[in-house]
């Protein structure tokens, strides 16, 4: 005996997705730091009790970018990794590109309740 497939039940998640498209929120990126390759990171001073000390981490390949939804206000900060060019020279145009496409991504998260 064959069992038939439940079209109903596609249907409705295709016209649920549907409407969110419709509300869609503005999701706009910041970038939190000027990519050069190194990123300073304080830590405590083992030596001087109470103390911190500079160190800068070299090879970074990622830059901290503040991701905005105005409704529902929500803000989120994460890593995004950098482009480079073919001559592997950090692209900005391309970075900033693929800022924006993980703002698609971040955007998606807040719609289904990911990112709150």
Known sequence: MTQEPNFGIIIKIV??????RRNKMAVTYKLLETFDGTRKHTVPDPDDEGKTKEETLTGIKDIEVEFKSDSPDVTHVRLVNVVFDKD????DAATKARCVEVGLGVENKIAVGTIS
């Open 15 to 20: 016209v649920v997705t549907t409407r969110k």
């Open 88 to 91: 592997g020279e950090y692209d």
